[in-house]
């Protein structure tokens, strides 16, 4: 079964750099047909997409988001990441990483100073 989890700081101050990883088992992130994506969630908010990469790492981002987002991946760990640049308190959220319909637990991201 696949299982992904994420992690990184769950405090961030505005204008930083956010970095999260998402840990990936059951599954290789090189193989097969698969987008590996980062989905996040603000507070009372609904769910919005943010990013990809393909399993040839080939990389998909928000138009929204796209200027201030970089998602790369290591496959010798089986890990894929999400940076975002120069974060407000508009950041703050529940980021999730997800293969289909395989979701991480999600970790909370607070940008505060």
């Known amino acids: 079964q696949v299982q992904l989890q994420e992690s990184g700081p769950g405090l961030v101050k505005p204008s930083q750099t956010l970095s999260l990883t998402c840990t990936v088992s059951g599954d290789s992130i090189a193989l097969k047909y698969y987008y590996w994506d980062w989905i996040r969630q603000p507070p009372g908010k609904g769910l919005e997409w943010m990013g990809a990469i393909y399993a040839s790492g080939v990389t998909y981002y928000s138009p929204s988001l796209k200027s201030r987002t970089f998602i790369s991946r290591d496959t010798s760990k089986n890990q894929f990441t999400l940076q975002l640049s120069s974060v407000t308190p508009e950041d703050t959220a529940r980021y999730y990483c997800?293969?289909?319909?395989?979701w991480g637990q999600g970790t909370q991201v607070t940008v505060s100073s």
């Open positions: 997800v293969r289909r319909e395989y």
